[in-house]
Every structure is written in structure tokens, then in C-alpha cells.
């Protein structure tokens, strides 16, 4: 889980609603481009809901369907990347509560949202093919489904996981799987 990210590369997440391409340029947010190659290339996305879907605003994912994961995943807090890119529709940051705080929870941007810019949040890629996939993803349940990690209210993900988001939210998305497709 330490290996150094390609200059560029590509994942490729199969959905419930379709493939959705991710293209990640390290240059971007170093840190957070290595952290999203290592999850991705040792399955740790496979079989993830999508739990924060905000229309017109982003579609977050990250907590693992095995609540032992989410612990030891918990704290396993990555240094901030300076922001260099705009959070701009169709790119990707990790989500945090505090500076410091990235862990597995991603976002991928469905408005332009430059606001997230000035209070820290670096993207470090850009859907590429896909987009109406993630615009198709369920958001009916906004917040209620464990809401960001600011909300505070992840604590059924964390100790029941999926079991708990498929009992109260079932018509929740899903990433099947997930794979660093293309090195370059």
C-alpha cells in the first residue's frame, strides 16, 4: 500500500449504473494520487456504496462494506496536498473532516465547486468517460445515508458497514469493482 503512483494513470470503476473512467495525474496532489492507486489496485473500493450522493453538488464514497476495514482504515490520515486543480465538475479529491485527515473517502465533483478549493480539497484527477453514470447514481437519500465525514454521523457505516446501508438504504449505488486500467 506504499507504492508510488504512476505520473498517469487510469481506473476503471464498474457500477451498478455503468463504467465510469477515472484518469489520475500525480502532479495534481501527489499524496492523494498514491493513496488512490494503492486502494484501487488491492480491491479496497470493490463492492462500496456510494452513501453521500448530493445532487448537483458530489457523489462520495471511501467506507468499506467490512467494518473491521473501516477501523484500521480510520486514522490512516495522509498529509494534505496543497490544492493545484479547481474542483471543477467531473474531478475527484479525498474528502476529510480536519486538515490532515485523509483517509479512503473520495468525491467526484457533479457542479463546479471551486468553493472547496480555498478550504483545502485537491483533486487529483478527472472522470473521463462516464459521467452520466456517477450523474445517474442514486441521490434520493442525501445526507441520511452517512452523510460527509464533517456530519459526524458515520458511526453505523463504521461498526455495522454494508449490512447497515443495505438494510436502510437499499436503492443505494454500488462500485463493483475496480481496477487500475491504463499506466502511462
Known amino acids: 500500500m506504499q507504492a508510488r503512483a504512476p505520473a498517469r494513470f487510469r481506473a476503471s470503476f464498474e457500477t451498478t449504473k455503468g463504467e465510469v473512467v477515472i484518469?489520475?495525474?500525480?502532479?495534481?496532489?501527489?499524496?492523494?494520487?498514491?493513496?488512490?492507486?494503492?486502494?484501487?489496485?488491492?480491491?479496497?473500493?470493490?463492492?462500496?456504496?456510494?452513501?453521500r450522493v448530493r445532487p448537483g453538488f458530489i457523489?462520495?464514497?471511501?467506507?468499506?462494506?467490512d467494518p473491521p476495514i473501516i477501523a484500521a482504515w480510520k486514522a490512516a490520515y495522509l498529509a494534505d496536498d496543497p490544492p493545484r486543480e479547481s474542483n471543477v465538475k467531473g474531478t475527484v479529491a479525498f474528502a476529510f473532516k480536519d486538515p490532515n485527515t485523509r483517509a479512503t473517502q473520495v468525491y467526484v465533483n457533479l457542479a463546479d465547486n471551486?468553493?472547496?478549493?480555498?478550504q483545502g480539497f485537491a483533486p487529483f484527477g478527472r472522470v473521463v468517460s462516464g459521467m452520466p453514470?456517477?450523474?445517474?447514481?442514486?441521490?434520493?437519500?442525501?445526507?441520511d445515508a452517512g452523510g460527509g465525514l464533517r456530519a459526524g454521523t458515520q458511526?453505523?457505516?463504521?461498526?455495522?458497514?454494508?449490512?447497515?446501508l443495505d438494510r436502510n438504504f437499499p436503492l443505494l449505488d454500488r462500485i463493483i469493482r475496480a481496477r487500475v486500467e491504463t499506466v502511462r
Open 155 to 164: 458511526g453505523p457505516i463504521e461498526r455495522e458497514g454494508a449490512a447497515w
Open 23 to 51: 484518469e489520475v495525474t500525480r502532479e495534481w496532489a501527489p499524496l492523494g494520487a498514491d493513496r488512490f492507486y494503492n486502494l484501487v489496485r488491492s480491491g479496497f473500493y470493490d463492492g462500496q456504496r456510494i452513501s
Open 59 to 65: 457523489a462520495q464514497w471511501g467506507l468499506h462494506a
Open 133 to 143: 453514470a456517477v450523474e445517474q447514481w442514486y441521490g434520493g437519500y442525501g445526507e
Open 114 to 118: 471551486r468553493q472547496l478549493d480555498a
